[in-house]
């Protein structure tokens, strides 16, 4: 009865999700001659998500241009397990961004929420 309850509830937060994301992580491996090269890898493809921009903050002037930053948390099926460092590539509302996993996940019943680190860009 009450994992029922819960597996509407998470159901229904899903439904609201409007983007996908695909994780890649890390992988640092030695070739043939000791060398070590790091590789990305793909652990998760077309998970529904969602992307909250809480804080967005203004254009700071300096002399090289503008710079712009913003707060990004990403809303996610608990289940999911984003390693920190891991690069996320979301498509919502026909926009692809990539963001790297920034902390320690927020894990609740019926989903999880992970800040996003982006960086900063020159407009």
């Not at 969602?50 to 930053?69: K, M």
Request: proline share 3%.
């Amino acid at each position: 009865m009450v994992s029922d309850i819960l597996k509407s509830a998470k159901d229904a937060i899903k439904s609201m999700w409007s983007g996908l994301c695909t994780v890649y992580k890390n992988e640092k491996s030695k070739n043939k001659y000791g060398i070590v090269t790091s590789e990305k890898i793909e652990i998760y493809k077309d998970e529904p998500c969602h992307l909250s921009f809480e804080n967005v903050s203004q254009a700071d002037q300096t002399e090289l241009g503008a710079n712009v930053s913003q707060v990004v948390t990403l809303f996610i099926s608990p289940e999911v397990y984003i390693p920190p460092g891991s690069m996320i590539e979301v498509t919502q509302n026909n926009v692809t961004k990539r963001y790297k996993h920034s902390g320690i996940s927020a894990v609740y019943t019926n989903h999880q929420e992970i800040v996003l680190e982006v960086e900063q860009e020159k407009a």
